[in-house]
């Protein structure tokens, strides 16, 4: 389970938000609502210990996530807004690097499927600097896929995608928190999860106002 505990942010001498508590259990999904400019990127930044808080604590099986920084950040999948790519490799050998750089193991024939499934078929090959960013944003969703982390901490990560593409990572939002996994995320707009077995997967909602 993850849990946060009154948690509170500023940067410089402006107070982003104060008293931020929520859970998270295997098999759920959060969507973390929050006008622009409200600290949703910095708490969640929090939430996966790339920030520091001014006040609160982030546990992970009820042990602050500082106790054992590296079983928790094997336990994460964080993507944010740097898709953190490499723009002279392809899609397929930004996978395998990011595997080989986690300690995952991950086969030729698992990358091409999960790139494929993120609609990038024939394109596995292509270096990413002529890419578009919708493509790019896939290539890094494929990642996704390849991960067995439980826990997926995701910062807006519909944008840049069309029709199709939508519906192939809502379903595999779907798919992870079905099989036990969590995920928070980040959204302008409200998002339903449907599995390939259409169903409807609950999302729970928490909206983050500015501090007072």
Known sequence: MLRVSNLSCSRGNKPLFSDVSFALQ???ALHLEGDN??????LLRIVCGLSPADAGEVCWHDQPI???????????????HSLSLKEELSA???????AAVSGRTLSQSQALQALAR????GREHLPLRVMSQGQKRRTALARLLASQAP????DEPFVA???KALDGLRGLLAEHVEHGGMVLFTSHQPVALTS???TLVPVHTYRLRGAA
């Open 161 to 163: 995608l069309d029709g």
């Open 66 to 80: 500082q106790k054992n920084a590296a079983a928790f950040r094997s336990s994460l999948f964080y993507l944010g």
């Open 196 to 198: 390939a077995s259409d």
């Open 118 to 121: 993120m609609g990038l078929r």
């Open 92 to 98: 397929l050998e930004n996978l395998m690097s990011d």
């Open 151 to 154: 826990l997926w901490v995701l």
């Open 37 to 42: 400019g409200v600290g949703k990127t910095s």
């Open 26 to 28: 295997a098999g759920q």
